[in-house]
Nanobody, 117 residues
Framework: QVQLVESGGGLVQPGGSLRLSCVAS????????MGWYRQAPGKQRELVGI??????NYADSVSGRFTISRDNAKNTVDLQMNSLKPEDTAIYFC????????????WGQGTQVTVSS
């Protein structure tokens, strides 16, 4: 079992920055994949970016503006969001994928990010 708790969402003006954090607990291993997804109103959940032992990959829509950082000692994964746009408004979910046989996915409860003037 894995538990994920996000923090750091809120309201920010276009062009601003925000940092989200996710703390994982339970059966955590550095080889497992962590990252972030988001879901805007009326839209499907979409990938923001994921990080693994092979590196970090981002959606084209956030590449160059968002940065994912992972601290395996603290079991955390952060999402630094810069140059935010109104279209970045969504609920952001922390993501954890076990790659040790089960391939089970865990989700955080989500944190709201609103980009508006």
């Amino acid at each position: 079992q894995v538990q994920l708790v996000e923090s750091g969402g809120g309201l920010v003006q276009p062009g601003g920055s925000l940092r989200l954090s996710c703390v994982a607990s339970g059966s955590i291993f550095s080889r497992d994949i962590m990252g972030w997804y988001r879901q805007a109103p009326g839209k499907q959940r979409e990938l923001v970016g994921i990080t693994s032992t092979s590196g970090t990959n981002y959606a084209d829509s956030v590449s160059g503006r968002f940065t994912i950082s992972r601290d395996n000692a603290k079991n955390t994964v952060d999402l630094q969001m810069n140059s935010l746009k109104p279209e970045d408004t969504a609920i952001y979910f922390c993501y954890y994928l076990i790659v040790r046989g089960s391939n089970r996915v865990y989700w955080g409860q989500g944190t709201q990010v609103t980009v508006s003037s």
